[in-house]
């Protein structure tokens, strides 16, 4: 019973395919319209190259762009067949995305690292996506006017500008290339459903979520475009409301069904990018931040997004994370605000899909970046609203067009406060385009627009430190542990800064918080190695071997400190288990001095021939011996 229904449900879309346009033939005849289309299509690509094209003139940012570029000699290989494997079997940067990196390598073989060719691919692709959303929208709806507005709109809107003038963004520009060639190729399904139109879609979504899996609601949005603006899903009216509505539901059942293989790709896209996540270490657990923490979270940054939809001012590439509850009058008002949209669209849905489809679209697309599942440290980020504006786009575009319609106002009147709408954005994201110039500029912008922003303040303090700005740097790291006292890459930093100075008690204070404060094993490890180092300096060898064994419980396997144990266990007469370490070490890491300190212990232990070994093994691997000596007898002195 249940697959007759879905099979009259399946036919009764067919029936419900898209309806032919109203106000827009498409007829091959129509060469008039063709023309104008293709002139409006280079229109998008002129707004995008106007307002992007200082983008010719920004560097790479150290923030992603020398992990995803600069730094990542897989990509700085080219495009070898090496490179893809590498590509499709990596989970770096805590993400599967083959498409990407790929997409990246050709970069290195067309332009080197010259950023200039990734800047222009980056534009070519938001000018590219602009024209499909236009495309689309006219292809689906008919209207042409309204459908350029909004593609203009997305073209010039600021918020997007972080996805295109952001090398290391590539992903989302390419992403969102693949997902609105996914849409082209369902209206063109929607029209005359069949297999092979079906596997285009299919193919193309895959596509997308190799390029970056934020695309996973993909088959849901499809769901609301066979509301609006296809019409395949026909809702019982007053007469014969009761036969209509269960015609209504087996059509719902039957296009629900219809989008299991894309849910399908949506569910392994999901596993495989926690997978990628957990093992890249870029989910943060509920104790760093807890549910109550990511709810509220997640309401205001709705809100938030919207602010930025009609005022994009302040705009930065890291908004911090509250580790804090919201004010409860600050959580209501949002969730208020959220809930009455909600009910208005709903209310108006039969009258004016657009406004439920526009506004769902927009709630929906962002709910895998909301931060339920919190990676990273951000508590938004302008990236995200790249696809999910284009739903507000919809709303807003379609209502005041509509409005004006009912009061008769003609389009001429609403030419003028559009142009002048996309004028503005276009100017504000020009500037926006400034503030990705290079790094500092990057950095000192984002901390002046921003508060307890941590994150921006120890990235600034690792840029200074590699120009040699060491002073400037340490600011910034004390400003980091102003907000956040356990950081432990700040302690770190600044201990190893400190001990540099001679402040070895200051030096100390700060290992200690990181060794017995971080959660991280790795991290723990490495605080009590340089706790060891700090109290030998200081004298104190106990204190120091205590700290060198704790580290090797917690991170076995570090050549460095077996060495540095062996040292005081040879200073304090067991010359066996100095003996022990040594050998260990050299057996996973051999080195001139290691040896030399090797063949001591065996020679005070009386064993002569195995100590000329070791002194032979030393020679060999040595490309200075005289100096490896002196730092051997340097270290068992105590120095």
């Known amino acids: 019973m249940a697959a007759s229904s879905s099979a009259k449900a399946g036919k009764r879309a067919k029936k419900t395919a898209v309806p032919p346009a109203a106000n827009l033939s498409l007829s091959p005849d129509s060469r008039s319209i063709h023309r104008q289309t293709l002139l409006l299509c280079f229109v998008l690509v002129a707004i995008v190259c106007a307002f992007y094209y200082p983008v010719i003139h920004n560097g790479f940012i150290r923030y992603d762009d020398d992990k995803y570029i600069t730094d990542n000699s897989h990509l700085k290989a080219g495009l070898t067949w090496a490179t893809v494997e590498w590509a499709f079997t990596t989970y770096e940067e805590a993400n599967w995305h083959p498409l990407t990196w790929l997409s990246h390598a050709l970069d290195c073989d067309l332009f080197g690292l010259n950023p200039v060719g990734p800047h222009c691919v980056n534009v070519l692709l938001h000018s590219a996506n602009a024209v499909l959303l236009f495309l689309l929208l006219q292809y689906a709806t008919g209207f042409r006017w309204r459908s350029l507005m909004v593609a203009a709109l997305f073209a010039a809107h600021p918020v997007n500008v972080e996805s295109v003038a952001w090398a290391a963004e590539r992903k989302n520009v390419l992403s969102t290339l693949f997902f609105l060639l996914a849409f082209h190729a369902y209206v063109w399904y929607a029209r005359q459903p069949g297999l092979r139109r079906y596997a285009a879609v299919a193919g193309l979504y895959a596509l997308a979520l190799m390029a970056k899996p934020q695309v996973i609601t993909f088959p849901f949005l499809l769901l609301l475009w066979d509301y609006w603006p296809l019409g395949r899903i026909a809702f019982p009216d007053k007469v ?44 943060r657990t509920l104790t760093r931040y807890g549910l109550p923490v990511r709810l509220e979270t997640a309401v205001i940054s709705y809100v938030r997004y919207l602010g930025e939809a009609f005022w994009p001012a302040k705009l930065v590439a890291m908004y911090p994370h509250s580790s804090q509850l919201y004010p409860a009058w600050q959580v209501g008002a949002a969730a208020l605000e959220l809930l009455l949209i909600s009910a208005a669209v709903v209310l108006r849905a039969r009258q004016q899909r657009y406004l439920a489809v526009g506004w769902f679209w927009f709630l929906g697309t962002l709910v895998p970046m909301i931060g339920l599942v919190q990676v990273g440290e951000q508590s938004m980020a302008d990236r995200y609203a790249y696809i999910s504006f284009i739903g507000l786009f919809v709303m807003i575009v379609w209502l005041i067009a509509d409005l004006a319609s009912a009061h008769r106002i003609s389009k001429r009147w609403l030419a003028v406060p559009a142009v002048v709408c996309i004028l503005l954005l276009g100017i504000l994201a020009n500037r926006q385009v400034h503030y990705w110039h290079d790094t500092e500029s990057f950095w000192i912008r984002t901390i002046a627009l921003t508060k307890n922003n941590y994150v921006a303040h120890g990235e600034f303090a690792a840029m200074l430190h590699e120009q040699g700005r060491t002073e400037e740097a340490m600011e910034q790291i004390r400003a980091v542990l102003a907000i956040h006292p356990d950081d432990a890459p700040a302690n770190l930093v600044l201990a190893e800064y400190e001990r540099s100075q001679g402040n070895l008690a200051t030096a100390i204070e700060r290992y200690q918080i990181v060794a017995l404060r971080s959660a991280n094993a790795g991290t723990r490890a490495r605080a009590f190695t340089s706790l060891g180092y700090a109290y030998r300096q200081m004298g104190e060898s106990t204190k120091a071997r205590q700290a060198f064994e704790t580290s090797l419980q917690l991170s076995p396997g570090q050549p460095a400190v077996m060495v540095a144990l062996g040292v005081i266990k040879e200073r304090e007469g067991d010359l066996s288990a100095a003996v022990q370490q040594y050998s260990h070490a050299m057996a996973l890491q051999p080195t001139d001095v290691g040896y030399l300190l090797l063949a001591h212990a065996l020679q005070e232990e009386g064993h002569a021939d195995d100590a000329n070994a070791a002194l032979d093994r030393a020679a060999r691997l040595s490309r200075n011996l005289p100096q490896a000596q002196l730092q051997a007898e340097s270290l068992l002195a105590g120095k």
């Open 240 to 283: 014969g409301s009761a036969a209509r509505g269960e015609r209504a539901f087996e059509s719902i059942r039957g296009l629900a069904l219809e989008k299991v293989p894309l849910l399908l790709l949506s569910a392994a896209s999901a596993v495989v990018t926690m997978q990628a996540q957990q093992a890249g270490g870029a989910v």
